[in-house]
């Protein structure tokens, strides 16, 4: 069966780095876009960045951009997103999920994506 599995947050001070992870098992990663979302209490799911299926392409929200990386290890069928210069506004857990449509390039709309983690916790303070 198709499964997604976060891990890799914590507690990081500001400025601190983090790598998540998301692996995957069912399916092979690399012909589908992946993205990464997360969602704060009381807030609204963000999509933050994401990965095309057959392009690679990514893109990046500009709340991060220039601070957080999407990445794919094909061999590991697992997808990476490193977080850099984290800022207390991070906090949140981050989930990973899949568009099963083929899609050459991704989004950050929540509605494309069918597959989904568990979610792993990110928070970051002094």
């Known amino acids: 069966q198709v499964q997604l599995v976060e891990s890799g947050g914590g507690l990081v001070q500001p400025g601190g780095s983090l790598r998540l992870s998301c692996a995957a098992s069912?399916?092979?990663?690399?012909?589908?876009?992946v993205a990464w979302f997360r969602q704060a209490p009381g807030k609204e799911r963000e999509g933050i960045s994401c990965?095309?299926?057959?392009?690679?392409?990514?893109e990046s929200a500009d709340s991060v951009k220039g601070r957080f990386t999407i990445s794919r290890d094909n061999a590991k069928n697992t997808v990476y997103l490193q977080m850099n210069s984290l800022k207390p506004e991070d906090t949140a857990r981050y989930f990973c999920?899949?568009?099963?449509?083929?899609?050459?390039?991704?989004?950050?709309?929540?509605?494309?994506?069918?597959?989904w983690g568990q979610g792993t916790q990110v928070t970051v303070s002094s």
């Open positions: 999920a899949v568009d099963p449509s083929y899609a050459a390039y991704c989004g950050l709309t929540f509605y494309d994506y069918n597959y």
């Open positions: 990965i095309g299926g057959s392009t690679g392409i990514t």
């Open positions: 069912g399916f092979t990663l690399d012909s589908f876009a």
